[in-house]
Nanobody, 129 residues
Framework: QVQLVESGGGLVQPGGSLRLSCAASSPTLDSYVIGWFRQAPGKEREAVSCITGSDGSRYYADSAKGRFTISRDKAKNTVYLQMNSLKPEDTAVYYC??????????????????????WGQGTQVTVSS
């Protein structure tokens, strides 16, 4: 099972930026889909963005489009989530997770909470003035 460690969360003012990092223990990410998810108090965990380790195909939830960018550094086995123009409603615990990529599935189809089995411990993001 892949071990994941998130970092980069914190307190930021509305309109600010944060970059989250997810370091994976796997020697390669090529066979995986790596996703960022978030869970706000009293709400279900939801997908934010996913990326394929092999070709870098990306999916963004509507809430993330135009503001967040997911990327990967294959040499470091690390996936990043650059978050700009943050809003108070982005406040949540952010988790990264991995799952083996299904050969015929699109990254959008894979980017569903129930498909992911390896999860990090989460990092808190608070957007507040």
């Amino acid at each position: 099972q892949v071990q994941l460690v998130e970092s980069g969360g914190g307190l930021v003012q509305p309109g600010g930026s944060l970059r989250l990092s997810c370091a994976a223990s796997s020697p390669t990410l090529d066979s995986y889909v790596i996703g960022w998810f978030r869970q706000a108090p009293g709400k279900e965990r939801e997908a934010v963005s996913c990326i394929t380790g092999s070709d870098g195909s990306r999916y963004y939830a509507d809430s993330a489009k135009g503001r967040f960018t997911i990327s990967r550094d294959k040499a470091k086995n690390t996936v990043y989530l650059q978050m700009n123009s943050l809003k108070p409603e982005d406040t949540a615990v952010y988790y990264c997770a991995t799952t083996l990529r299904l050969s015929m599935a699109t990254v959008q189809a894979m980017c569903v909470v129930r498909r992911f089995g390896s999860w990090g411990q989460g990092t808190q993001v608070t957007v507040s003035s």
